[in-house]
């Protein structure tokens, strides 16, 4: 059974702001995953098997456009 990782990074989605979904997993999962949120001010962004140093780095910086693939 795939497993998938996921963290929700950011301020609530309200007043131009949004939440930045990481995850991490088999892309065809994590693909799936990700299409619940379109339409949402939730931005989903994925990679097929990122380090915890990667999702770590990420969380502190905040997201950047190369970051969002959708």
Do not use: C
Request: charged share 15%.
């Amino acid at each position: 059974m795939p497993v998938i990782d996921a963290a929700v990074v950011g301020s609530p989605p309200m007043g131009g702001k949004y939440s930045t979904l990481y995850l991490s997993g088999p892309s065809k999962q994590a693909n799936r995953i990700a299409e619940l949120f379109t339409g949402t001010d939730v931005r989903p962004t994925s990679w097929a098997a990122p380090s915890a140093k990667m999702l770590s780095h990420a969380a502190r910086r905040g997201p950047t456009p190369s970051d969002h693939r959708n």
